[in-house]
């Protein structure tokens, strides 16, 4: 059972930037692909980032391709996302996800999630 803690949100002005990190504990932090999704209000949750278990695959959703960067250290069992040119529409809630496979099909565990605001 992997628990995933996410921290770093909060309200930033658009132009602005956020990192968030989600700290793992409860399993081998290394073995899993690590991503991060999105739910804004009334919308469905969306895959923003994912990494491999090396870090040497990774993938974007187009709307944060350029501004957004995921990492990760293994040695930490945390996962990082480095949010730049923040816009309004990347306001949403922010969730931590773990999964053994870079298709997702096997167990996912889940965050709690982060708000993170946009506004001037």
């Known amino acids: 059972q992997v628990q995933l803690v996410e921290s770093g949100g909060g309200l930033v002005q658009p132009g602005g930037s956020l990192r968030l990190s989600c700290a793992a504990s409860?399993?081998?932090?290394?073995?899993?692909?690590m991503g991060w999704y999105r739910q804004a209000p009334g919308k469905e949750r969306e895959l923003v980032a994912r990494?491999?278990?090396?870090?040497?695959?990774?993938t974007y959703a187009d709307s944060v391709k350029g501004r957004f960067t995921i990492s990760r250290d293994n040695a930490k069992n945390t996962v990082y996302l480095q949010m730049n040119s923040l816009k309004p529409e990347d306001t949403a809630v922010y969730y931590c996800n773990a999964v053994r496979d870079w298709g997702g099909t096997g167990i996912n565990y889940w965050g709690q999630g982060t708000q993170v605001t946009v506004s001037s």
């Open positions: 409860g399993g081998i932090f290394s073995i899993y692909v």
């Open positions: 990494i491999s278990t090396g870090g040497l695959k990774i």
